[in-house]
């Protein structure tokens, strides 16, 4: 039987727009789409977004949540905060984007497909349960984790973030839940601020949470070691039902937005160590939601190289990688604070 994989596109989510000039503007969604294109297959199946339900956007965030980004929405344009803007109909692109995430991660829980990648905006992982920043306004991820806990009956999930800055939303919304495992790779020191090392979860959460704070400058090389030496370890402990990863592109080396070097190669590798664990671990189950990215080479590059691994019948993870000075204290350091959570973290 073929492997199939969903993807999600609208032109209904370009017309969520800030002021000119604005970094997450409509036209990333022209990059991402001619990629798609470009691996055309009849394995490649594009299928329809739906606004997300009431019920699935409560789960994550309050009435009140929805209330004042609907607000905001009519007095457009209008501004939540020093980078996060509303178009007439950004709430109502906002629930296309939160309902296309949870559709997508619902078919692939069912086996309608093997995986599935969301090609949406606005973006999401910013979005803390009661504040919309970064971009963000529902968080997309966030809303399809709880979709497949309430109506698909997966009890452990790995949200896996390599978007370059990192997910304080997401971080916020899981870090007292021992059931939804947050691994994020980010820029560090970077927007928002958050990602530390030591911030680990709390209540029963704490050990479910996992940064990977990284300097500026780092490329494929060091993407691909820490998703090795400290991803598969930490999963291969933790053992999901099934893989989100929020995937944004920004740290790409074209990015405007970030300092990092990593090339639309890397992303294929990145995304080829997480194929492997969800093929290991998950029958292959493996959701990707846009999340950042902003340079249009670097978001048509890594998504070709993505929806590679995803598409590929027989995947191969990269070879391991070299020992890497740089990272020996980064890896070390998140040994320190994990090593009990996950047995096998080890230096590079």
Same mark, same amino acid.
């Given at each position: 039987?073929?492997?199939?994989?969903?993807?999600?596109?609208?032109?209904?989510?370009?017309?969520?727009?800030?002021?000119?000039?604005?970094?997450?503007?409509?036209?990333?969604?022209?990059?991402?789409?001619?990629?798609?294109?470009?691996?055309?297959?009849?394995?490649?199946?594009?299928?329809?977004?739906?606004?997300?339900?009431?019920?699935?956007?409560?789960?994550?965030?309050?009435?009140?949540?929805?209330?004042?980004?609907?607000?905001?929405?009519?007095?457009?344009?209008?501004?939540?905060?020093?980078?996060?803007?509303?178009?007439?109909?950004?709430?109502?692109?906002?629930?296309?984007? *939160? =309902?296309?995430? $949870?559709? @997508?991660?619902?078919?692939?829980? &069912? !086996?309608?497909?093997? /995986?599935?990648?969301? +090609? #949406?905006?606005?973006?999401?992982?910013?979005?803390?349960?009661?504040?919309?920043?970064?971009?963000?306004?529902?968080?997309?991820?966030?809303?399809?984790?709880?979709?497949?806990?309430?109506?698909?009956?997966?009890?452990?999930?790995?949200?896996?973030?390599?978007?370059?800055?990192?997910?304080?939303?997401?971080?916020?919304?899981?870090?007292?839940?021992?059931?939804?495992?947050?691994?994020?790779?980010?820029?560090?020191?970077?927007?928002?601020?958050?990602?530390?090392?030591?911030?680990?979860?709390?209540? *029963? =959460?704490?050990? $479910?949470? @996992?940064?990977?704070?990284?300097? &500026? !400058?780092?490329?494929? /090389?060091?993407?691909? +070691? #820490?998703?090795?030496?400290?991803?598969?370890?930490?999963?291969?402990?933790?053992?999901?039902?099934?893989?989100?990863?929020?995937?944004?592109?920004?740290?790409?080396?074209?990015?405007?937005?970030?300092?990092?070097?990593?090339?639309?190669?890397?992303?294929?590798?990145?995304?080829?160590?997480?194929?492997?664990?969800?093929?290991?671990?998950?029958?292959?189950?493996?959701?990707?939601?846009?999340?950042?990215?902003?340079?249009?080479?670097?978001?048509?590059?890594?998504?070709?190289?993505?929806?590679?691994?995803?598409?590929?019948?027989?995947?191969?993870?990269?070879?391991?990688?070299?020992?890497?000075?740089?990272?020996?204290?980064?890896?070390?350091?998140?040994?320190?604070?994990?090593?009990?959570?996950?047995?096998?973290?080890?230096?590079?």
């Amino acid at each position: 039987m073929p492997r199939r994989v969903a993807v999600i596109e609208d032109s209904r989510y370009r017309e969520h727009s800030g002021p000119a000039g604005h970094p997450e503007r409509p036209e990333r969604l022209s990059a991402v789409s001619e990629a798609i294109a470009s691996r055309a297959c009849a394995e490649l199946v594009h299928c329809s977004p739906r606004e997300a339900t009431s019920d699935e956007i409560l789960r994550v965030h309050p009435a009140e949540h929805g209330e004042l980004l609907r607000a905001a929405a009519r007095r457009a344009p209008s501004q939540l905060d020093a980078d996060t803007f509303m178009a007439p109909r950004s709430e109502e692109i906002a629930r296309l984007a *939160a =309902g296309a995430s $949870a559709e @997508l991660a619902l078919r692939v829980a &069912a !086996g309608d497909f093997a /995986a599935g990648f969301a +090609a #949406v905006r606005p973006p999401g992982h910013h979005a803390e349960t009661r504040r919309a920043m970064g971009f963000c306004l529902y968080n997309n991820a966030a809303i399809a984790v709880r979709a497949l806990q309430a109506e698909a009956g997966v009890e452990r999930v790995l949200l896996f973030d390599w978007d370059v800055h990192h997910g304080n939303g997401s971080q916020q919304v899981f870090e007292a839940d021992p059931s939804v495992l947050y691994v994020s790779l980010h820029q560090w020191p970077h927007y928002p601020g958050s990602g530390d090392f030591g911030e680990r979860g709390r209540d *029963a =959460g704490t050990g $479910a949470t @996992l940064n990977v704070p990284l300097p &500026a !400058g780092c490329g494929d /090389a060091e993407y691909l +070691a #820490v998703s090795q030496r400290l991803l598969v370890p930490a999963v291969e402990a933790f053992r999901p039902e099934i893989v989100i990863v929020s995937s944004g592109f920004d740290a790409h080396r074209d990015d405007p937005l970030a300092s990092m070097q990593v090339t639309g190669a890397g992303f294929g590798a990145m995304a080829r160590v997480v194929r492997a664990l969800a093929d290991v671990h998950c029958g292959g189950r493996l959701i990707v939601v846009l999340e950042g990215g902003y340079a249009l080479t670097g978001l048509r590059e890594s998504t070709a190289a993505l929806l590679d691994a995803l598409l590929s019948d027989h995947v191969r993870p990269p070879a391991d990688a070299r020992p890497h000075p740089l990272l020996d204290d980064i890896v070390d350091r998140v040994s320190a604070v994990h090593g009990r959570d996950f047995p096998g973290l080890a230096r590079l």
